[in-house]
């Protein structure tokens, strides 16, 4: 999923979804597209999630001291 | 106020002022003197033009001051000469005064009747020259060709601390259904030092790994209020974050140079919210739920159609051979029913037969009995009839051996004639016959004598 993003994967999943209404897919392609599309739903919704907990609001300074105590207690 | 009559109403005590006069009647006369002034021209730079339905209203400013103006908007329209704010102009015309109602307030303003543009405005010249420079170097294209993330899970912020901006991008995201990490670097946003500053905020975001995109974010102000803006080295940087700036400086009619070096500007910083995040989260979710809805019933139908099928097919041998089945059944109850009602015609008739058997059978008894009697009566009378048919045939056999015994050569052989015979015991029956032979034999009754034919001399 190298250079996979939100829309990108939304595009296949419509596409996938445009060529499963055709009809014109076979069992075997229909289930392969199937796992693809849900494969990229998944990705898709974990995208979502990432930015569905909660408006976090920080100041700069806040983040960066975080940031660097992140850094100390790995570094520790 | 020599022709303005005071009113009854009881003035102020103690005061030394004449009056009180009605209100309108000194607008009024303000209004005159204020047309009295000395009619000139004015020189400064346009700020705030605002158009409204039949009038035209500026401010002409310089660094000392300034003046509201005003002017008839079909004359203005007339001058096909427009205005933008830090365009420098003349202007001609006079005081006057718009001395309001009960319903409307009360205005001062420098009519205009003429007007001509004295070249741009300085600031307007410095940025539009600075513009064109920066566009020329490249500087506007780097931020143009970053990716920009449809989700970005930390977006930073530059904007005044207390600046409305700070809500419209709280606004902006809470309409997107964004519930990620904002990261605000405040900084000063108007004065000389902040271009500066909001330099350095940039740079310490994009600084930051997870930040994603970064919102510079300012509210509306004149020309020289968003200079920050337009300053060549915050330009300078912006071009090079590794991030993409989305900016909202101003309101939508004011284009600062941070406008043009961003990866996309907006009207405002609701809008600049809205477009650091591409992606509206809310209906984005409803509509992965549907498509993942749509997938799954794909999937599903795609196997329950086809199993479907396939029993169905699975089916059709085994309902082939049940049909054929209760076809069989069907024949075999058909030949039963029919060998029963054979078996019962074919046992009546039998009966029938037995029945007529059974008579004949009796008649033949009775025949044969009555024949018992009667045989030994018929032998008699056959008997009787056999010898007198016999007796018959024996005389009439008789009567013919002597008829043919008459006629025998024998008897009359018998009688001393003899018979001529040939070498092959043919009778000839003629003197020639016998010369021709020759030898002859001449047959007695009781044996032959061979004789020769003698030559008579003829």
């Known amino acids: 999923m190298t250079g996979q993003t939100y829309e990108t994967a939304l595009a296949r999943i419509e596409e996938i979804i445009r060529r499963l209404d055709s009809g014109e897919a076979g069992l075997r392609e229909t289930l392969d597209l199937v796992k693809e599309g849900r494969d990229l739903v998944d990705y898709c919704a974990r995208e979502l999630e990432a930015v569905d907990k909660g408006l976090e609001e920080l100041r700069l300074e806040e983040l960066v001291a975080r940031l660097e105590t992140g850094a100390r207690d790995e570094a520790g | ?458």
């Open chain 2, 1 to 458: 106020m020599d022709d303005v009559v005071p009113t009854s109403a009881e003035g102020i005590e103690g005061s030394s002022y004449p009056g009180p006069y009605p209100v309108g009647a000194y607008a009024a006369q303000l209004k005159r003197r204020l047309q009295e002034f000395a009619r000139v021209q004015l020189v400064g730079e346009v700020w705030g033009f605002r158009p409204s339905r039949v009038r035209v209203y500026f401010e002409l400013r310089d660094a000392r001051g300034a003046i509201p103006c005003s002017m008839w908007r079909n004359e203005f329209e007339a001058l096909g000469t427009p205005l933008t704010d830090g365009m420098r102009v003349v202007v001609g015309g006079g005081c006057d005064y718009y001395p309001g109602s009960a319903a409307s307030s009360p205005s001062f303003s420098f009519g205009v009747t003429e007007l001509r543009a004295a070249g741009e405005g300085d600031l307007l010249v410095q940025l539009e020259r600075l513009r064109r420079r920066l566009h020329a170097e490249g500087v506007f294209e780097p931020q143009k060709r970053l990716a920009r993330p449809p989700l970005p899970r930390t977006i930073g912020v530059v904007t005044g601390e207390r600046g409305k901006a700070r809500d419209d991008v709280r606004a902006g995201l809470h309409r997107r259904g964004w519930g990620g990490r904002l990261v605000w670097a405040f900084a000063p946003v108007q004065d000389r030092h902040a271009a500066p500053r909001i330099s350095a905020a940039l740079r310490e975001l994009a600084a930051i790994q997870e930040v994603e995109v970064v919102i510079v974010a300012r509210g509306g102000g004149s020309l020289a209020d968003l200079f920050a803006f337009c300053d060549e080295s915050l330009c300078r940087t912006v071009a090079l974050l590794r991030v993409p700036v989305v900016s909202s400086v101003g309101h939508h009619t004011d284009r600062t140079l941070i406008d043009d070096v961003a990866a996309v500007s907006c009207s405002t910083p609701t809008h600049a919210a809205e477009a650091a995040v591409p992606v509206d989260c809310r209906r984005a979710r409803a509509e992965l739920t549907a498509r993942a809805k749509r997938l799954h019933d794909h999937g599903r139908r795609a196997v329950l159609s086809r199993a479907r099928t396939l029993a169905q097919l699975s089916r059709a041998p085994a309902e082939h051979v049940a049909r054929h089945r209760r076809r069989l059944h069907q024949l075999l109850r058909e030949l039963r029913a029919s060998a029963r009602r054979d078996t019962e015609k074919g046992r009546s008739l039998a009966s029938v037969h037995l029945l007529v058997l059974g008579r004949k059978a009796s008649v033949a008894r009775i025949e044969r009995d009555r024949g018992a009697l009667l045989v030994p009566a018929v032998g008699t009378s056959l008997a009787r009839s056999a010898s007198g048919a016999t007796g018959r045939r024996s005389r009439d056999l008789e009567r013919l051996r002597l008829a043919l015994a008459a006629h025998d050569p024998a008897r009359t052989l018998e009688r001393g004639y003899a018979l001529v015979e040939g070498r092959d015991s043919e009778p000839l029956g003629s003197a020639g016959a016998a010369r021709a032979a020759g030898r002859v034999s001449i047959r007695f009754h009781d044996g032959r004598v061979p004789a020769k034919v003698a030559d008579e001399p003829s």
